[in-house]
């Protein structure tokens, strides 16, 4: 039982490891995206109504089940409208399958509620077709006109969805069961973390096993055939790894005004001080009367007043190597706003004192 339990405290899993499958994906294994183009029909007089490519889209559906509509014959389409269909073939999809399909209107159609999507093939990027789609369209938006040209639209009722409405026709070849080797792909690129993963790979499969071929891929060797790699792989995604600490970063959000400081960054030995000046202007119009039968005029007289106010705090000193903490406090201290804060962190950054990369979004 002794030998049991100082085993087990050995090889504890620390508490902040991370299972392999969460830090990136095997090479190859990924969604495609497909597209399709399509009409939608039966829609309460909110279609395209007489667009060229609308009345071309429509004589090519009917031309599918032999009716031909006369050259000259433009038919009113305020219940159709034109749409492209989009949707994700996820890895090792097989046909027969359903894929969820998001609908949505290319012309002026104010909404596709209550329309039906007909029969529309979709296309991967090698332009084959892997899908077939087709159904009731769920729109979660609405939109009200008043005879007066007052409308109301909520949401966006010119895109809807099709859960479950298209068919897989095609599978795609992910190599999975014959390529040389397994390639496990980091999310994020890092060299230590790399060397990480394949060594817990190599502790567990045997030496040799893994090998990182450089900061984003472990090459994994592999028996071929399609069980005994999937039964490896899951043993694989289900390792615990130590993460590397990432690179000291700062992220500011010009546009919200939002600062994120990563526990890695660290603040080298220096002065700040922090003031904000608010310069005032108050104009105020004055009218001048002439005396009486001075045959003068009456004018009017522009009055300012400026006022300078200028906040004075103290300068406070950062001593070498702060943590994350230390830094929040010591700005919190002196009440400085995030435009603030983004100007004292820029400010550090040229001093040579912030050891970390500043990124503004």
């Known amino acids: 039982m002794v030998l049991a339990l100082l085993l087990g405290l050995l090889i504890a899993t620390p508490a902040s490891a991370d299972r392999i499958k969460d830090l990136g994906g095997f090479q190859g294994i ?188 472990v090459a994994v060797r592999a028996p071929v055939g399609g069980d005994i790699r999937a039964t490896l792989m899951s043993e694989i995604e289900n390792l615990d790894v130590v993460s590397a600490e990432p690179s000291a970063k700062v992220i500011v959000n010009a546009r919200t005004g939002t600062v994120v400081i990563n526990s890695a960054v660290r603040v080298g030995t220096a002065a700040v001080t922090h003031g904000k000046l608010t310069v005032r202007i108050d104009e105020t119009e004055k009218v001048s009367q002439p005396q009486p039968f001075s045959q003068g005029q009456t004018t009017k007289q522009q009055k300012s007043a400026l006022a300078v106010d200028e906040e004075k705090h103290p300068m406070f000193l950062l001593q070498p190597g702060p943590k994350l903490s230390d830094v929040v406090k010591a700005v919190n201290a002196i009440g400085a706003s995030p435009a603030d804060l983004v100007a004292i962190l820029e400010a550090l950054k040229e001093a040579g004192a912030l050891k970390a990369e500043l990124i503004v979004l």
């Open 30 to 217: 990924r969604t495609n995206q497909l597209t399709g183009y399509g009409i939608v029909v039966g829609l309460p007089g909110t279609g395209d109504d007489n667009l060229e490519y609308t009345i071309q889209s429509m004589k090519a559906v009917a031309s599918r089940f032999g009716l031909q509509l006369p050259s000259t014959v433009n038919p009113g389409l305020k219940n159709a409208a034109v749409v492209m269909i989009t949707a994700e073939l996820p890895p090792f999809a097989k046909p027969g399958q359903k894929l969820d399909i998001t609908v949505a209107s290319m012309g002026k159609a104010k909404s596709l509620r209550g329309g039906a999507l007909i029969m529309t093939p979709l296309l991967g990027a090698d332009n084959q077709i892997y899908a077939m789609a087709q159904g009731n369209l769920a729109v979660g938006g609405l939109g009200a006109e008043g005879k007066d040209g007052s409308t109301i639209v909520v949401n966006i009722p010119s895109a809807g969805r099709i859960p479950e409405g298209a068919t897989v026709e095609r599978a795609v070849a992910t190599g999975f069961e014959n390529s040389p080797t397994l390639t496990f792909n980091l999310a994020r690129a890092d060299f230590t973390t790399a060397q990480n993963v394949a060594g817990a790979i190599n502790s567990r499969l045997g030496m040799g096993t893994a090998q990182a071929t450089d900061a984003v891929s």
